[in-house]
């Protein structure tokens, strides 16, 4: 901290010197503090000495936090001067913009929302499903390959840099093909994504759940206000009727009433096929 001194009375203040103090949880040490000389400042003059005051923080400092300082002043006369100031301190404030799984063909949705409590903010999370070699009904199933887009988002006043994802899981069906990327600098409000690539064993169990644990921090911060973790779930397969096979021999239907069943395909929901009852 680069502070000046104005002399705002009538005479020359001689021999001026400094002492800067605070009381903080947030700062760790405070140094070049004490007896910082400003030397003769004449009257309505203003010096600035060549010493600077140091001050170190915690990098858990919250965003917009006010660090509260004292200043005592002295000169030749012996006098006192107390004055305090204010500094707001700029730091990220990391959470999830949103949560993606998609496996690179049609668009679709599981309708299943995840939500996760961010620092100072609120993310709600939808699982989006693309196929990667698939069979384009746009499910995660066994045997394909899934890709989870995580969107870094930084609501604070200053940058994140080097923001890393890290996956973590225990099922033995699910082989990510890199559990770290890196997601870069998220500069302030704004944001950044990285992709990791899951593997699903064609021997997986259709409708066998999957729980990850994502997990977004940085080598250049320790404090726990700069780690964010989502926890992710989603399930192998949906076991469903879809008509897809032209006529009713995927499952073993009971029929019955006064007039037959039909798969028809002039008025469809999704796919090329859907069921339609007899005329009532």
Same mark, same amino acid.
């Given at each position: 901290i680069d502070l000046s001194l104005e002399n705002i009375g009538t005479e020359t203040a001689g021999n001026v010197t400094a002492t800067l103090t605070i009381d903080d949880p947030?700062?760790?040490?405070?140094?070049?503090?004490e007896n910082i000389s400003y030397g003769d400042i004449a009257s309505g003059a203003i010096s600035t000495s060549d010493q600077v005051f140091t001050v170190n923080f915690a990098d858990s400092v919250p965003d917009q936090h006010?660090?509260?300082?004292?200043i005592e002043i002295s000169d030749d006369s012996k006098a006192l001067y107390n004055d305090d100031f204010k500094v707001i301190i700029n730091a990220p404030v990391l959470g999830f913009k949103s949560g993606n799984i998609s496996d690179d063909s049609d668009l679709g949705f599981i309708s299943h929302p995840l939500t996760n409590i961010g620092l100072n903010e609120f993310y709600e999370y939808n699982i989006e499903v693309v196929e990667y070699g $698939? #069979?384009?009904?746009?499910i995660p199933e066994p045997g394909e390959t899934i890709e989870l887009t995580v969107i870094a988002e930084n609501n604070g006043h200053a940058d994140f840099y080097n923001a890393k994802a890290y996956l973590e899981h225990s099922n033995q069906y699910i082989t990510v093909l890199s559990n770290t990327i890196l997601i870069g600098t998220v500069e302030k409000n704004s944001y950044n994504e990285g992709s990791f690539?899951?593997?699903?064993d064609e021997n997986c169990p259709m409708g066998e759940q999957f729980e990850l644990d994502i997990n977004l921090q940085s080598d250049n911060y320790t404090g726990d206000a700069y780690k964010e973790?989502?926890?992710i779930k989603f399930t192998a397969g949906v076991d469903i009727e879809d008509f897809e096979t032209g006529d009713f021999s995927g499952?073993?239907?009971?029929?019955? $009433? #006064?007039?037959?069943?039909?798969?028809?395909t002039g008025n469809i929901y999704e796919g090329s096929y859907a069921a339609q009852s007899g005329d009532i």
């Open positions: 947030y700062v760790v040490s405070v140094t070049n503090n006010k660090l509260e300082f004292e $698939g #069979n384009g009904n746009s690539y899951i593997e699903i973790t989502i926890n499952y073993a239907w009971t029929f019955g $009433g #006064n007039a037959d069943w039909l798969v028809q």
